[in-house]
């Protein structure tokens, strides 16, 4: 029997508008429990969980709990992620870590800062930086698929912050590249990634429909929005509000 998801990215934080995408997608959240929705369907989540918005500590705790309960599973990390994971565990951070610090305050001031923190740890050290479904065709990334990287230990960092070029914006920030994705030749595969928000704050397409990418900029006042699989269909919910500034990348390829 095919197996059925709720695909999505970059939560940052919304907890609200989270809530909202997965009971418009059957997910019924209330009380002490959670129930799935009535044909199987389990979310997966393809990075970038937190900082930027208003609610890490909720968000942490709400994905581990459909996690422990079989109702999720992360396909890929995300840069956020993977900042915070170094963070708990006092590791070297990089040198872009935006929303960090509050992202810290606020577990810090949750009644029960040990909640969140461990729900951190149990989802973060465990989950792949990529996914591939052998049997539904799909591959779960967060911002970028290829170039394999030359040691071949699936650990580059395109795969959670994209392909920079050599060309820089006004503030000096490196370009990214979409060449990934326009030159994607998985035939009959679905590739589903996030972490460029696109310009039209609605989920996209690149390479004829194979590339779904699903940051619409939920944090910045756009959307949140996941894929149906395996229908193919786009699931959108509004932003209740701008949490945050764009960071100004140029995205043009979305």
């Not at 979310?43 to 709990?65: A, K, Q, Y």
């Not at 940051?215 to 699931?235: H, I, K, N």
Request: glycine fraction near 12%; include cysteine; charge should be negative.
């Amino acid at each position: 029997m095919a197996r059925s998801f709720l695909i999505t990215t970059d939560v940052h934080a919304c907890f609200d508008e989270f809530v909202c995408l997965l009971e418009a997608a059957g997910f019924r959240l209330g009380g002490d429990r959670i129930a799935a929705p009535a044909d199987g369907r389990r979310l997966l989540f393809g990075g970038d969980l937190v900082d930027r918005g208003p609610d890490p500590s909720f968000s942490l705790l709400l994905l581990d709990e459909l996690v422990r309960a079989g109702q999720a599973e992360l396909g890929a990390l995300g840069n956020h992620d993977c900042t915070l994971l170094a963070a708990l565990r006092d590791e070297p951070l990089p040198a872009r870590t935006s929303g960090l610090n509050a992202t810290l305050a606020e577990l810090l001031r949750f009644p029960d800062p040990a909640a969140p923190r461990d729900a951190a740890l149990r989802l973060f050290e465990r989950a792949p930086l990529r996914s591939v479904y052998r049997s539904e065709r799909l591959l779960v990334t967060h911002a970028a698929v290829f170039p394999v990287d030359r040691d071949g230990d699936g650990r580059a960092r395109y795969l959670t912050d994209g392909v920079e070029t050599a060309e820089r914006d006004a503030l000096g920030r490196a370009l990214k590249d979409f060449g990934w994705a326009e030159g994607w030749r998985g035939s009959g595969w679905q590739v589903c990634c996030g972490h460029n928000t696109t310009c039209t704050r609605l989920p996209g397409t690149l390479a004829g429909g194979a590339v779904a990418c699903l940051d619409s900029g939920c944090v910045f006042g756009g959307s949140l929005s996941g894929l149906l699989w395996p229908e193919r269909s786009f699931l959108t919910v509004p932003s209740l509000g701008a949490y945050a500034s764009e960071p100004g990348e140029i995205r043009a390829a979305l």
